[in-house]
């Protein structure tokens, strides 16, 4: 049977990620922080008691990606697919005319590109032993050099501009062993990633999950000599 994991999967695009893909028949381990104070993860656990794995982790922190690395050997010998979802956004007021949070972009940049290359890497030796060996990382139109219109955002936009150039390299020292590594746009989707639920958006998580994960159904066509950069629509993005 396939295998997924899935982080930040607690609530939003992580949730409705894991859903998504508990409906395809996979087991997903689904991972993130609070995960037990989390109604969507109890209700799916009700729903797909034999195929839901939950388990805690804070992929900023070391011992905690290492920790949640050996429960999942211990439950498994492989992983098929690996979806890198877990990201926070940091200030998007700032400006280099005005004050700059140094601490605050570490921190950002700690979670969404040293946090997903954390748990790449520790969750590597499953993945080479899975069928797809599939890594998709949820960036963002944000991280795209060529089409900056943006005069702030320093963190999120320069920690996605750093996650798409991470998954370059991992996608060069996989693909001839059959690794792929696939960074995928979600669309401007309802989150909390803000503090609280931006009802604004364009998207529900649901919505965005349908489109990513039909993406995902279709990998093989995805398939290069780089990771495929593209929105959720499947149209490429600059980098």
């Known amino acids: 049977m396939k295998t997924v994991c899935v982080t930040g999967a607690a609530r939003g695009l992580g949730l409705a990620l894991t859903a998504q893909m508990l409906k395809r ?49 211990l439950d498994t010998e492989h992983l098929d697919m690996l979806i890198n979802n877990a990201a926070i956004l940091g200030s998007i007021t700032d400006h280099i005319r005005g004050p700059l949070n140094m601490a605050e972009m570490a921190e950002v940049f700690n979670v969404n590109t040293l946090g997903t290359l954390r748990v790449t890497h520790a969750l590597l030796p499953l993945l080479l032993q899975g069928t797809n060996k599939l890594i998709v990382d949820i960036s963002s139109e944000a991280g795209s050099i060529e089409q900056c219109s943006r005069d702030g955002w320093f963190a999120y936009c320069m920690s996605k501009s750093a996650l798409n150039m991470q998954a370059r390299l991992v996608h060069n020292g996989l693909r001839n062993e059959g690794g792929q590594v696939m960074l995928i746009h979600p669309g401007w989707v309802q989150s909390y990633m803000s503090g609280e639920l931006n009802t604004d958006a364009d998207l529900t998580p649901d919505q965005s999950a349908q489109y990513i994960t039909a993406l995902i159904d279709r990998h093989k066509e995805f398939m290069g000599d780089q990771p495929a950069y593209v929105d959720y629509k499947g149209d490429t993005l600059p980098w």
């Open 25 to 73: 028949g996979y087991i997903v381990y689904a991972a993130g922080l609070d995960m037990e104070e989390s109604q969507g993860i109890r209700t799916l656990t009700d729903a797909y008691p034999k195929h839901l794995r939950v388990i805690e982790l804070d992929i900023a922190d070391d011992l905690s990606v290492a920790l949640f690395t050996e429960t999942l050997k």
